[in-house]
């Protein structure tokens, strides 16, 4: 099936240390989500953005949606050690309540 | 608050047993569900939608009589896996939209996902 650029594919910073990942698609989506899963869970849905050049915060996250509606970023500031993790972005496209999945950004927070 | 509830959170059984998955919405309605499928280190793949009173929407190459979904109310979908084989072991995992009352764009929220280990 269809999916994201998400990019990079892994990350591996130290405590206090800024990350930021983002996600482009050939095609236009009208909402962008980004969730965080952590090993044997279910994704955690971080930040939703509907509005293209929409900027969200969420205490140390920072998502935008791309002014072209075809990518995102995610910013993670200070990170602690419990950021690690594995985070998705997810478009959906006017028309469908469907998501497309990137393949996913392994962070590693080293204390 | 969207809180997604999935049950079994593990199971083991032989090949050839039928196993059933529940997804519940605890504190919304949900007219749409949708369940994944996530082998490891991959991303999610979307299986099928399961709506609320009618029959679920299944993705190209899932086959339906194998993976029967039920959505019989506003806050219970159903996943049963028939006959399973070891080649259906996996990390299924459920989402629920709030839907009903709400903009169309309300973002899924997910289950805690069911552990499959087929013998």
């Known amino acids: 099936g269809q999916q994201l650029n998400q990019s990079p594919q892994s990350m591996f910073i130290q405590e206090g240390e800024d990350v930021s990942m983002n996600c482009t698609s050939s095609s236009i989506f009208n909402t962008w989500l980004w969730y965080k899963q952590d090993p044997g869970e279910g994704p955690v849905l971080l930040i939703a953005l509907y509005k293209a050049g929409e900027l969200t915060s969420n205490g140390r996250l920072t998502a935008q949606f791309g002014i072209t509606r075809k990518d995102s970023f995610l910013n993670i500031s200070a990170s602690i050690p419990s950021d690690v993790g594995i985070y998705f972005c997810a478009g959906q496209s006017g028309g469908s309540e469907k998501l497309v999945f990137g393949k996913g950004m392994k962070l590693t927070v080293n204390p | 608050g969207a809180v997604v509830s999935q049950h079994p959170s593990r199971v083991i059984c032989k090949s050839g047993t039928s196993v059933k998955i529940e997804c519940r919405s605890l504190?919304?309605?949900?007219?749409?569900m949708f369940w994944y499928r996530q082998f490891p280190k991959q991303s999610l793949m979307l299986m099928a939608t399961?709506?609320?009173?009618?029959?679920?929407?299944?993705e190209q190459g899932v086959e339906k009589d194998k993976f029967l979904i039920n959505h019989a109310s506003l806050t219970l979908s159903t996943l049963t896996v028939t006959s399973a084989h070891p080649e259906d072991s996996s990390f299924y995992i459920c989402?629920?939209?709030?839907?009903?009352?709400?903009?169309?764009?309300?973002?899924?929220?997910f289950g805690d996902g069911t552990r499959l280990s087929i013998l």
């Open positions: 399961s709506n609320e009173g009618s029959k679920a929407t299944y």
């Open positions: 989402s629920a939209k709030v839907s009903r009352g709400h903009p169309s764009n309300q973002p899924q929220h």
């Open positions: 504190d919304f309605q949900a007219t749409t």
